[in-house]
């Protein structure tokens, strides 16, 4: 998914800008030093671009005040963007702020840069630079000279950058969610739909979608959305992998995958959804177990999981039903060791408690363990029939733990009584007694 996004947004090249063109030391401004005109003039008219960087930078040291600076700034700007070298085109446009701070250009691949900085180490300064700096460029006055025409191609080439910089820096660095959607649907809506098909405008409506399954920000209709929109249009080896996610939140938020290819169609023929757009949403977790309940004729016959699910997240009426039926009886308890002790052992049975390295079954042992037998944390203990080890306890109580911001809301159930055992006993084989009427040997 990464190569995906970096692929589409570092092609800074294939952006098409149209900055006013530096003026010419010879058209408006006079060189007055002879030496230092000719030295200008062999450095801005080489043609190898290695040589070009060598002369521009040899002349900027020969002359640090020379009237020329910025446009030889420009210039060196333009040829080490032309060899590729980002950290040198990043530290002449720096160079170039410094004496002309309100510099659209050296502002726009300031931000484009340290953006991508950003986005690969996640350096909180480095996203803070790339967000002030983008502000600055939101903020930039036309300059004097620049037409109305040619103003408008700059920011509309500039400006959703600038919020997609904001964006990334809201969400990396200041943790702020729903400040980085904003950004995002700011930077969208200046393009032309046709620019969000391809290139960043593709990359950010992908990171849209990202941005809206983070809790903080969470709406899963339309993260949903924005998948189907950036799967629409993403290359085909990118496609498999946005659809598993676009399938998962469809799915958690609606319950089946019904309806899906209406939805990535309505999402390839528009950027943003239509006034009224919704996503019918699957039961609740209790309605589903309250289902459960209804139609499973013997709730003895569920499965350890699912019992656990009823436990943690039906309703007081249907957990209580269960648990009048399992306290007192005796159960297996496979799954994760994530605690053990001579007196208990803490497992984690479900999925997500064993993602979320949460036990959600506390077995207190009959009689203390010796310490050989004590498991592993990280072990797993199983069925007897699959191998075992089998650890058996009797259900005592049970708590329904609320969630959290990160960990999904769960029932801690204890028992007692436990018992580890890695092999049963092998029944004893009955004592031989005689048939009637044979008379032992030698009698």
Not at 222 to 239: L, T
Request: aromatic fraction near 8%; hydrophobic fraction near 40%; include cysteine.
């Amino acid at each position: 998914m990464k190569k995906f996004v970096f692929a589409s947004v570092m092609a800074l090249a294939s952006i098409s800008l149209v900055f006013a063109p530096t003026l010419r030391a010879q058209d408006t401004i006079s060189i007055k030093d002879p030496a230092e005109f000719n030295a200008y003039q062999m450095a801005t008219t080489q043609s190898d671009p290695k040589a070009k960087t060598t002369a521009l930078e040899g002349f900027l040291t020969a002359y640090p005040q020379s009237v020329v600076k910025k446009a030889v700034l420009d210039s060196l700007v333009d040829t080490y963007q032309q060899l590729g070298d980002a950290d040198k085109t990043l530290s002449a446009a720096s160079r170039l702020l410094q004496v002309d701070p309100e510099n659209l250009k050296a502002i726009f691949i300031s931000v484009y840069i340290k953006k991508s900085q950003c986005a690969k180490t996640s350096d909180a300064q480095t996203c803070d630079d790339a967000a002030a700096l983008a502000q600055k460029g939101l903020a930039a006055p036309k300059p004097a000279g620049v037409s109305d025409d040619d103003w408008k191609k700059q920011t509309s080439a500039t400006y959703p950058i600038f919020h997609s910089a904001i964006a990334v820096d809201d969400i990396t660095a200041k943790k702020d969610v729903k400040g980085g959607i904003e950004e995002y649907r700011k930077e969208l809506m200046l393009y032309p739909p046709e620019a969000t098909k391809t290139g960043p405008g593709l990359a950010d409506t992908l990171m849209l979608a990202e941005a809206y399954t983070k809790p903080e920000g969470r709406d899963l209709q339309m993260a949903c959305w924005f998948y189907a929109r950036a799967w629409s249009f993403a290359p085909a080896n990118y496609k498999s992998q946005i659809e598993p996610k676009l399938e998962y939140y469809y799915k958690r938020y609606h319950g089946d995958l019904k309806g899906l290819d209406e939805l990535k169609t309505q999402a390839a023929n528009s950027l943003f959804p239509g006034e009224g757009f919704k996503i019918t949403a699957a039961k609740t977790p209790a309605e589903q177990i309250h289902d459960l309940i209804a139609s499973t004729p013997d709730l003895n016959t569920l499965a350890l999981s699912d019992k656990e699910t009823v436990l943690a997240l039906g309703t007081k009426e249907d957990a209580d039903r269960l648990w009048t039926l399992l306290q007192g009886k005796q159960t297996p308890v496979p799954g994760t060791v994530l605690e053990a002790n001579a007196a208990s052992i803490k497992v984690a049975v479900t999925q997500d408690a064993k993602d979320a390295k949460v036990p959600d079954f506390i077995v207190n042992m009959k009689e203390p363990l010796a310490d050989k037998d004590i498991p592993a944390v990280g072990s797993e203990l199983k069925l007897l029939k699959d191998g075992g080890p089998e650890l058996d306890g009797t259900y005592d109580t049970f708590t329904q733990i609320p969630a959290t911001a990160t960990v999904a809301q769960s029932a801690q159930i204890v028992l007692k009584d436990g018992i580890l055992q890695s092999k049963k006993a092998a029944p004893k084989a009955p004592a031989h007694k005689p048939a009637a009427g044979h008379r032992p040997a030698g009698n």
